[in-house]
């Protein structure tokens, strides 16, 4: 697939990612030094298994990742581990603007809609595609304006 456009982002931003990991390790620590120094009476088995777990929720948190790609073909969508495709021929009508105001699907007048959302933490613009049987999906981006273009429509004669 010969790709128009191409985004690729982690979902959390880094920052956000860096006080998380250092919460947690820190709670780590202090359990750690807990059970070594104070005699807390914690069992054996309760720091093995944390850690594993701290470490578990760090990597999974510093893979999610946010990949859209757009081609004559269509809009493929990556999100964390959700993988969709949206054919050119089911995508009728595209918007680009804020979030908020996008998912209001105000000028659509649809009721009744199934809709999808993929953003990225922090992003306030992005891209909704109406898509065949009362579907919308949102996609946030920080190149709004190059996915809009990108997005290919299938004109409705």
């Avoid at 250092?22 to 120094?37: D, I, R, W």
């Avoid at 054996?44 to 850690?51: I, R």
């Avoid at 594993?52 to 073909?73: G, H, P, T, W, Y």
Wanted: hydrophobic letters at 50%; aromatic letters at 8%; one cysteine or more.
């Amino acid at each position: 697939m010969d790709a128009s456009f191409r985004e690729s982002r982690p979902i959390l931003p880094k920052q956000l990612f860096l006080v998380m990991t250092g919460v947690l390790l820190s709670s780590l620590a202090f359990m750690a030094a807990a059970a070594l120094l104070l005699h807390s009476g914690m069992p054996a088995w309760t720091l093995p298994v944390t850690a594993a777990l701290f470490l578990a929720i760090i990597l999974i948190c510093a893979l999610m990742k946010l990949d859209v790609e757009c081609s004559e073909k269509g809009v493929s969508i990556r999100y964390i581990v959700r993988k969709v495709f949206i054919p050119r021929e089911d995508i009728i009508d595209k918007r680009r603007g804020e979030l908020g105001e996008i998912r209001s699907y105000g000028s659509w007048n649809l009721k009744g809609v199934s809709h999808k959302t993929y953003s990225v933490i922090g992003d306030d613009m992005g891209v909704a595609l109406k898509i065949k049987g009362k579907r919308v999906v949102v996609v946030s981006s920080q190149r709004a304006e190059e996915l809009f273009g990108a997005v290919p429509v299938e004109k409705e004669e």
